[in-house]
């Protein structure tokens, strides 16, 4: 067990009148043997009568990486205060002989930069307004929303100043890098790869254009990766999945209660993503009413959740992408033409895979590599005839159908080569030589055959092309394909 | 070794796949302990919810070795005093961890219920509540399970595995 101490297990449990329960868990051995990967400076102090909220309120401080320690009384409290420094102090209002208002001003004369938040048992504008007077930063109402109080905690010590340090040290920079990269020698793959570097350092939004499964999210990824906004989250939203009404409170969340039959409030992407980047996939299926909203989002950076009216600022980039033909749909009158320009500050065109036909051979190569690994199989290499039959498919779902086909071949595979009859369709009856038919036609004929091969299983059929269900329907309409 | 304890009906399938999976992130045997107490008597009946301290410091009394560690899994809906609720809670440093899965459900937030990703949901937040058992405390990386989520919204951005610096404390403190 090495340096790890293992404490002996005692718990007191007892009951107090009209309290409930009291627990008494014990301590941690040593509180500063408790490893953490947040190096806050902040040193926390709560000070409340009764024991089972201030341990309770004491823990939770810990788990967040916080130096915390708690004082029964106001009398413990200010031994506390003389023995070391500390930068948040929560209080109970209401204790027994000196009061939490009483040891507000006292605080108040040995440290005046110390952030006080009091706790009270019931939400009255008496007590808030005579705790903000006494000099406190804030107030909670018990029991506290943990949303809430992180929320009140990180603006504390945003007053205080400190800072979180070497954030970049101990959260490491390859944590944050996507696991897929951007593969290919390819003349436009190098552009690409030299469009990111540059894009990343700026804030613009940037509309990300190709076909499906030509890896639209993994630019988004990379970009967010190479940003400053790194450390924050990317949030993706593929808006072509989800109805209307669900991709509102998606995107703006929505309060309890009201016409959902919440119990909870759902915080949408746009609050999620603050201080990070906002991906929308299939932009172009977004209705009219949502456009507005979110133009109006952009500019503003303010936006109030569903059935809400609290204001909710936010701070995020914006990366947009879709395989659709926006000017069209602008000229169609069916995507507006304000919200086109917002979101199309900087574009990114992606090639489809048959057009880079060099860097089919590395995908394969980079895939086979890949998912050998990951089952344990020896598979070491494509045929020459498996090979030539990949370099001539039209790979209509682009770089995930292709992705799909190595993964399935390296399981089927009996031997350390992957052979013709390994790969998931055959190649030979779908890949007319090119020239020959347009690609809409190789297209059409795939599509088909596929949906003929599952028995029109779209689910099924769309995971074999490598697109999305919604995709794959549009395609169905577009090509007019029936049973 | 870690003991996954079912608490008062977890969701069904829950208690099999947390078991299942837990290997993935902690070394050692993973096993179900089927605890004794009455989960009751964490009951709150004015709040209608459960003291998740108390059970805690029940799944401690059931402790089968010093150096064994307790996850328990429940639907029922937790808190501690001073919060309005917890999705789950861990001793720091300690042995013992209890997770929820009655606030990870969508319906909870007027959504359209999906089952897998309650499941997934819960086995996170095992996971993230086991790794303050294992002594780590809150991780800045938002993908790490270590990250502090007070919402699904962010347990859904998470990963359900610790990052590289996390599991390097994790193998270096607890192993
Ligand atoms: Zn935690
Ligand atoms: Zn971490």
């Known amino acids: ?483 | 070794m870690i003991y996954v304890a079912p608490i008062h009906n977890p969701i069904p399938g829950a208690v099999r796949y947390i078991s299942q999976q837990l290997p993935n992130e902690f070394r050692g045997l993973v096993a179900v302990h089927q605890t004794k107490f009455d989960p009751r008597i964490a009951l709150d009946k004015t709040r209608n919810q459960y003291n998740s301290t108390i059970l805690l410091a029940e799944l401690l009394q059931e402790l089968p070795s010093k150096h064994a560690k307790i996850i328990g899994i429940t639907e029922v809906d937790l808190f501690i005093p001073v919060l309005t609720f917890v999705f789950g809670e861990a001793q720091l440093n300690g042995n013992v961890a209890v997770a929820s899965s009655h606030r990870l459900r969508n319906s909870y937030y007027g959504l359209p219920e999906n089952p897998d990703l309650v499941l997934e949901r819960l086995y996170k937040e095992a996971v993230h509540e086991l790794g303050h058992v294992f002594s780590l405390t809150h991780c800045d990386n938002y993908r790490c399970v270590m990250h502090a989520a007070t919402g699904v919204e962010e347990l859904d951005l998470k990963n359900a595995a610790f990052c590289s610096a996390c599991n390097s404390v994790l193998r270096s403190a607890s192993f």
């Open chain 1, 1 to 483: 067990m090495g340096r790890h101490r293992i404490r002996p297990f005692e718990v007191n449990i007892r009951r107090r009148d009209g309290h409930g329960w009291a627990i008494q868990m014990p301590a941690p051995q040593d509180r500063t043997e408790v490893r953490g990967l947040k190096n806050h400076t902040a040193a926390i102090l709560v000070v409340d009568d009764e024991a089972a909220v201030r341990e309770s309120l004491c823990s939770w401080f810990q788990k967040d990486g916080y130096t915390a320690d708690t004082a029964a009384d106001a009398v413990e409290a200010l031994k506390k205060l003389s023995k070391r420094a500390w930068d948040i102090i929560l209080l109970d209002i209401k204790m027994p002989n000196i009061s939490g208002m009483e040891l507000l001003r006292r605080i108040r004369q040995i440290d005046p930069d110390i952030v006080s938040i009091m706790i009270t048992a019931y939400a009255s504008v008496d007590t808030a307004v005579e705790a903000l007077k006494g000099g406190a930063f804030d107030y909670v109402v018990k029991p506290i929303d943990p949303d809430d109080l992180s929320r009140i905690v990180r603006k504390a010590i945003e007053q205080r100043k400190l800072k979180k340090e070497n954030l970049s040290l101990r959260t490491k920079i390859e944590d944050m890098v996507p696991e897929e990269e951007l593969i290919g020698d390819s003349p436009q793959i190098k552009k690409i790869q030299e469009i990111i570097e540059t894009v990343s350092q700026t804030d613009v939004s940037v509309l990300i254009r190709g076909d499906s499964g030509t890896g639209k999210e993994l630019i988004a990824r990379l970009i967010h990766a190479k940003s400053t906004r790194r450390y924050s989250p990317l949030v993706a939203v593929n808006c072509g999945a989800l109805p209307e009404s669900l991709l509102e409170s998606e995107l703006f969340g929505h309060e309890k209660g009201s016409f959902t039959g919440a119990q909870y409030k759902h915080r949408g992407k746009l609050e999620i993503s603050n201080g990070g980047t906002l991906f929308l996939d299939e932009v172009g299926t977004i209705d009219a009413k949502t456009q507005v909203d979110l133009l109006r989002v952009l500019d503003s950076k303010q936006f109030t959740r569903l059935g809400g009216n609290q204001v909710i600022s936010v701070d995020f980039r914006v990366i947009c992408a879709t395989n659709q033909d926006l000017e069209q749909l602008v000229k169609e009158g069916k995507f507006r033409e304000d919200f086109y320009y917002r979101i199309n500050v900087f574009p990114i065109n992606l090639p489809p895979l048959r057009d880079r036909s060099g860097d089919i051979r590395l995908f394969a190569q980079h895939f086979l590599e890949r998912y050998a690994i990951q089952i344990r199989k020896k598979v070491l290499r494509l045929s020459p005839e498996a090979l030539s039959l990949i370099m001539k498919h039209d790979w209509p779902g682009n770089v995930r159908e292709l992705k799909n086909a190595i993964e399935r071949a390296v399981v089927v595979a009996g031997g350390p080569e992957i052979r013709p009859e390994d790969l998931p369709f055959d190649m030979n009856k779908i890949s007319k030589p090119r020239g020959e038919s347009s690609i809409a036609e190789v297209e059409r004929a795939h599509i088909l055959d596929m949906l003929g091969r599952t028995g029109w299983n779209i689910t099924r059929t769309a995971q074999i092309l490598g697109i999305d269900r919604v995709t794959l329907y549009n395609k169905i309409k577009k090509y007019g394909l029936s049973k």
